[in-house]
Structure formats: structure tokens, C-alpha cells
């Protein structure tokens, strides 16, 4: 029996119980009031009413015997007898009358008269003591005779009378008797039902708890899934955008610049959305929380049109940003969720619309002191939406269109997450469509007041009332930016063709006046904007506007022929109210009292990881690609980094050197990051040292483990540099200078020339680490060390019968050749690979071993050489010093902290490595650096005596 049948069922006998439970009750009161009437509606109220009459009959039946002797033998009369009994009936008289409470039956009221008036007669008559003649006797007896009669037809009704009550009272006794047995019957078949209910009840509330059990631990499943899913997924977001950040450092042409940091920008978004996957259960349980923290709604806006900027160009739609001048820019709240419903209506109205243009306009809805009720509304001329669509939006799992053949595709979860984060924030969500001609989807969100001082687009008085001209074909376009420049106190024309904006400029050249500045929208019909600017400068015009082209994506060959013709910037659609003001300030020389970063631009070194310079940071992390990631960042500002690869190391390590910071990974072989961390809070010395989680899981029960593993922080991969450097300042603060970065950057590899290594693609793998030669050194060092005994590991989880292990281990070699562009052991690795994990024979795996072991050989062969003749090639003469410091100084002082164990001597590291670099043999430096790092004092004075003797030489 199924559990929709067995609901059913228990449900009917629940109706059916209440039912006959109803029943028996309106019966019992039926009873209760009919039983209630047995005895009543009788002639007399009491049996002492009846036997009083019955008494007084005697009495007159005594009188009239009296009387017949009298009458027989015409004796006289006893009266002392007679009054005697005469007496009696005047006492029976009076307990009548008391039977009745006064209230005799009118008829036998009469009688009781006539027998009273008769007693008064006697009594004269005994009084008198006179005799009775024959006929008064007789006149008397006739009397008395008359009342008895009289007494015996009452009483003879009365009986009559309660005969015929009590027969019928009999009757409805026999019936009421059959309802008790009836519903008797019927109470126990409730009984029996609700015995029954009871018993299931039981069972089903056995099934429910059995049912919950698995309902949990599903949802534990589940947690653990989306945890597992999370770490596998953020392990290589983590690689993409941590080298995204180090690439962003090296020097990069504008368009490598650009890419760079749409790839940024992307993996940022990547990231969200497997934020938003994790938060999903979240809205399920209720769980969902927002932040609370200062941003910029510009920058929100900014991502938003990073993002959606590019499908709309390849479609040919228009983007635009309407934002009203009320609108503050610094805001408190969740910038992530603001943006993700921004966004995600944003897709949609580019997925649904073919031509045309896609708006987002913002407004104030009410203001307060504390906070603002914006409005926002995504705008597009696509497909619209049918009324009997438009009222199933909103609720998960639902789309505009849900037939098999549907054109566009999406999860149907999206607008229903966005109506769950709008009403989080405090407001709602709706829609209006017409179908056929478009459609507007708009929320609100409650968003509190930043206390910064919103930025005012005003330029200095000089520059206020210069003349602008404005060219689009696109209507809307052409408006907005009309509007922001006059705003800005700028005259500004609006044109809508390339040929219109020759026109008014050389009508205005008729009347000596000039355009200061020309926006010029790259793509119209008949004249682009390039060839508008190239006509333009061919009028020449003294002096001369500056040209700026607007366009709705970075094509490259737009910003390539802008430079040829001289363009002196180009703008991508939607343009900002900061952007173009900061734009027109720039080209017209002068600056404003604000000024935005050039796109691209990287902070400063001491910037982004300032207050942290010389923190001795732990990081505790089994994975390579993640260990380089995070070394290279913590380098850039200035950390000194050393290296465990599981909890039992970096116990080790913590108790042989001092460290300041901890970065610790969670999920590691040998011993994991939670154990870990407790072992090293019970050590002595350690119950404060800073331990800051730093893993891929990024479920609240994961962050909730850690900190009761007794680690102080929290960090999520991907890295996010800022956020480290921001985490790790919490608990650091600085007292030693910041260590200077090595010789790692582009800056300092540009002039080493690394050679071709036969089987490596070099240009390919030079591309991968954005150029950086001492990156790519330090890979095939990293490869040379790892790989060169897994053929033999492979090798022996065969023999083992360990198909799993050997597989993972081909599946590592495989991953590993990749980085370094090995192909042909890329290759060789996954056949090897597939053959395990399709159960081959051992005969075919030993031939694709056998051809394993010898790629591999040869190729760390060639690695060896490659990096030899490197190392070689690079070295600069042992006598060369830089900046007045000999090299047998600086490695007189180097060799005193190491001989006293000091950690002074990474400080001191740190301000002198480029004259290491530029005296002594790279190889050498290298492995002191790493050495001085690790703590490993011993090896760093090895290094140092054979430097020293180099450097005598």
C-alpha cells in the first residue's frame, strides 16, 4: 500500500470515527432528556396522594355501616363511636389537602367539600345528642353513599389514567432500550476504529521518523556534495585567478591587459555562481543571508556591464544605463546580490531579444536620512511576454517559454532567486510586457546611505559651458549622454549620423566657434565613427576637438584603428557618468578634484599588501599549482613564505622555526588542516598563533569546523589578494621592513634567455605563465622533482594490483605534462590512463608502461640540460656588486644570522637579493632563498661557505 492509499484510508476512518462519535452523542442527550421524563405526566405527583383517598374511603364506608344499624333496628346512636371515626376523617381531610400543597384537583376538591360538610353535620348532630329517625338516617346514608361512589369513580380514573401514561412511557422504555444497543454497537465500532487509527498512527509515525532519518541524511549527503563540488571546482578557479592577479603585474600590452582582466572579471563571476549554487539550499532551509557592507554602485553597474556587454554586441543590441542624478553612488548593502539580480535580468533580456536595445534605468523611490528605496527596471524590444506566461515568473522552475522545442534555454530557477533576494533586501519584483513588442522587468531594493561624501561631476570653472558634440544613431544612446555631459554644466549638440556631425561642424567653423569635445558611437550606418573622426581632422580645425570613439564592445580592431587615425580614447558602451566625466577632464587637461584609475591599472606593491611586509607566514597546502599561487602572492607583499604540504609538517615546522601566520589548508593527506590545528593549539607556546583557514569549501558547516578547530579566520579559494592581505593585517602587524620581491616578475626575466627543451612546446608553455621565464623554470624544476619517479610508482601499484592508485597517478602525470606543454607524455600518460580504467590486459598496460618510463626519462633529461645551460647563460661575473655593498659583505652578514639562527637574516635577504642575483650564480641564490625561508639555517650556511668560496676566486 502506497502512502497516498494509506493516507486516504486513515483519513476515512478519522471522518467515520468523528461521525459515529456525533451520532452517539446526539443520542445520549436524546436519552438523557426523554429518560428523564419516566414517571411524569402522571394524574397524581406521589403514592401518598393516592393512598390518603384510598384511606378516607373506609372511614365513610364506617359511617354508612353506623348508619344501616341504625336504620335495621332503629337503635341509637353510639356517638361517642361515631365521632371518633368522624375525627379520623378530618385528620385525612387535612393530609389530602397537605398531598397537594394546596393545589386539590378541582374535582377532587368537590368531593373533599362534600365529605367536609357532611363531618360538620355529624358533629352538630353529636353536639346535639340528638337521635336520627329512619329517614334522616336514611337521607344521611344516601349522602355518604353518594361521597363514596364519588371517591371510588376518582380513584378508579386516576388508576385508568396512569395505566394508560405508563404503557406508553413502557413502549418508548422497549425502544429506547433497542437505540442503547444500537449505538452501543456503534460506540464499540468507533472503538475498534480508533484502535485501528491508533495502530497505524503508531506505524506511520514509525515511517515518518524512519522517513526524516533518511530525509537528513540525504540533506548531509547533499551538504557533502555541494562541499566536495565547491573544493573540486575552486581548486582550479583558484590557479585561474591567482595567476590572472600575478599576470596583471608583468608588463602586458593594452589588449593583453584588457583580456586579462575580462578574464578576471569572468572568474569573479564564475565564482559567484558557484556561490549562488552553495546558497540555493540555503533558500530552501531559510538560511539565506545578505552583507551589510560599503560600496559603489557604479562598480556594481560596472561588473553588470562587463558581463552582459558582450553578448549584446554579438547580437547587435544596444546597452544602455540611464541612472538619475539623485542617485547616490555609495551605498551599504550586498553589492553580490544586488548585482546577481541585475545581471540575471540582464541575460534575460538579451536571450529574448533580437533587435534593438536593452536598457537598465535606476531611480529613487523614497529617501530617508539612512537609507534609499531604488528602482530598477531592465528595459528590451524582445519577444515579450504572454499574460498566461507572465503569471507563472517568478516562481522556481518556470520560463517564458516551456515547450519541447523551446528556443532559449535556463534553468527556470533564476527570476525565482531574484524575487527571494529583492524581498530580502526589502523590496519586490514585477513585471510588464506586451507580447511581441518587449518587455520591462523592475525590483526594488531597500539600500542604506554610505557616510562618504558622494562624488559631484562638476569640472573646475574653466572648464564649465565648453561646447560638446554628441554622435549616435541610437536615439535612447545619444540622450543619456546628452544628458550626463549637460549635467556637467557642457553645451552639448546631439547629431544622429556621421554626415549630420560634418555639417554642424563646419557650420559652426562659418561662425568661428568650435566643438571642444566629440563623442563619436563607432558603429552607424553609412559613416562609422572612425571614418566621421578621420573627415573631421581632414577640416582642419584650429584648434583642433579631441575625438573620443564610444563603441559597445572592445573589438580589438576598433581600438587598433582608433590609434591609427589618432583617436585619443575609446570608450566601451555602457558608458558611466565617472568614466565620461573623468574622460573629458583627462583630454581637456585638467583634472577635477577626483580622478578614476586607468583600466588595468594594479595597485602598488606596498598598496596591496601593505602592513604585512615581513609577516613569517606558514602555508600549509598539499597541492602545487595552489602552493605557487599562494607563494607568489604572499611574496609580492613582501611575506617571508615557507612551505609544509600536510598537518604533520607543518606541526614540525611551527615547533622549529617562529612563524607569525599560519595559512592552513583543510582537506590534506597524512593529517588534514583540523586536526592539525589542534594538535598545534595544544602544543606550549601556540594557543594564540594566528591560524587562518584557507580551502575551497565554502559551506557555513565547513567555516563552522574550522573555527572549532581553534583556527581565528576563514579564507575561501579562489585567492582573492585583497581579502588575504586583509585577513592576514587582522592578525599581523608589521615591525620589520618589507622584504623586496625577487627576481621573479617579468621585469627580471625579460633578459633570460631560456632554451628550446626538445618535446616541450616553450612558446606555448611561456604563454601559460604569461611570459614569466623564472615561473617556467621553477615549473620544470617542480616537474623534475615530482614526476621522475611515478613510472616506477605506476609500475608497482600494477604489480600490486592497485589499478586505482596506478590510474590516479597516470591521471597526475598526465595534468603535469599539460602545464609544461609535454605532448607526446601528455598523450602517452592518457592512453595509459583509459587503458587502466578500461581493465586492458596487462600484456597491452606493460607496453604503454615501458613507453611511459622511457618518455619520461628522456624528457627530465632534456629538462636537466635545458636548465643547466639556463643557469649558465645567466650568470654575471662573481665580482660584480650593485649599490656600493661588496659581495663578500653581504655574505659575511648573511652567514652571521644564519650562524645565530636569526631570523633577522630574511630581512636583510630581502634588501639585498638583486645584488645576489647580480654577483652569484642563480642557482645557488635560489636554494639559499629557499633555505632561509624554510628556516633550514644548516643548508643556508652550506650555501653561503660555497658562495663565499666562489666569490674568493
Known sequence: MNERLQFKILSTISILIISLSVIVFSVGIYMYFNLGKLGTDLPVESVDQVRNIANIMPLISELSLNLDAIVAKNKKIDWGNLGFTNSKIKVTLGLIKLDFNGKTPYNLSIILDEISLLSEDIDRMISENTSLGTTDAILVKNKIEYIYSELRDYILRINNATLTVLEKQKNEIEKLKD?????????????????????NQKKTLYQLEKTRGIAIANSNAKSEFLSNMSHEIRTPMNAIIGLTYLALKTNLTPSQRDYLKRIQISSQHLLGIINDILDFSKIEAGKMSLES?????????DNVANLTAEKASAKGLELIFVVDSDVPNHLIGDPLRLGQVLINYANNAVKFTEKGEISIHIHVKNDTESDVLLHFEVRDTGVGISEDYKRQLFHSFQQADNSVTRRYGGTGLGLAISKKLSQ????????????????????????????????????????????????????????????????????VTPVSSGAAALEEIAKEKRKEEYFDLVFLDWQMPVMNGIETARRIKEIALDPAPHLVIITAYGREEVIREAEEEGIENVLIKPVGASLLFDTAMHLLRKQGNETRSEIGQMPPLGEAGSGIGGARVLLVEDNEENQLVA??????AGCVVSVASNGKEAIA???????????????????????????IRRLPYYANLPI?????????????????????????????????????????????????????????????????????????????????????????????????????????ALMNKDRHLAERLAHTLKGVAGNIDASELHTAAGELEHAINAGVSDAEIDEMQKKIESIVAETIQDIKIGIETTMQGDTVSPKQTTGGRSLAEILETLTYYANESDSEALDYLGSVLTDL?????????????????NFD?????????????????
Not at 917 to 933: D, M, N, T
Not at 937 to 953: D, E, N
Open 179 to 199: 437505540a442503547m444497543l444500537l449505538f452501543s454497537l456503534i460506540a464499540l465500532g468507533g472503538a475498534t476504529l480508533t484502535f485501528i487509527l491508533l495502530m
Open 293 to 301: 557592507i560599503p560600496f559603489e554602485l557604479e562598480k556594481v553597474l
Open 424 to 491: 530580502m533586501m526589502g523590496g519586490e519584483v514585477g513585471v510588464e510586457s506586451v507580447f511581441g513588442q518587449g518587455s520591462t522587468f523592475w525590483f526594488t531594493a531597500l539600500i542604506g546611505k554610505s557616510n562618504e561624501k558622494q562624488r559631484s561631476y562638476v569640472p573646475v570653472s574653466d572648464l564649465r559651458g565648453l561646447r560638446v558634440l554628441v554622435v549616435d544613431d541610437n536615439e535612447h544612446a545619444r540622450a543619456v549622454i546628452t544628458d550626463m555631459l549637460e549635467n556637467m554644466t557642457f553645451r
Open 631 to 636: 607563494m607568489e602572492i604572499l611574496r609580492e
Open 653 to 679: 615546522k611551527v615547533q622549529q622555526a617562529a612563524v607569525d601566520i599560519i595559512l592552513m589548508d583543510v582537506q590534506m593527506p597524512v593529517m588534514d588542516g583540523l586536526a592539525a590545528t589542534r594538535e
Open 692 to 796: 587562518i583557514a584557507m580551502t575551497a569549501n565554502a559551506m557555513k558547516e565547513d567555516r563552522d569546523h574550522c573555527l572549532e578547530a581553534g583556527m581565528n579566520d576563514y579564507i575561501t579559494k579562489p585567492i582573492d589578494p585583497k581579502t588575504l592581505f586583509a585577513v592576514i593585517g587582522k592578525y599581523y602587524t608589521a615591525s620589520m621592513n618589507v622584504i623586496s620581491p625577487s627576481c621573479i616578475s617579468s621585469e627580471c626575466s625579460s633578459s633570460l634567455m631560456v632554451p628550446k627543451i626538445h618535446g616541450l612546446d616553450l612558446e606555448a608553455s611561456l604563454k601559460r605563465v604569461m611570459g614569466n621565464k623564472y615561473l617556467y623554470l621553477d615549473l620544470l624544476k617542480r616537474f623534475v622533482a615530482g614526476q621522475q619517479e611515478t613510472p616506477l610508482k605506476i609500475r608497482a
Open 917 to 933: 642575483y647580480a654577483g652569484c650564480e642563480r642557482e645557488q641564490v635560489e636554494l639559499l632563498v629557499i633555505s632561509l625561508r
Open 937 to 953: 639555517f644548516a643548508s643556508a650556511l652550506g650555501i653561503l661557505k660555497i658562495l663565499s668560496g666562489h666569490q674568493s676566486k
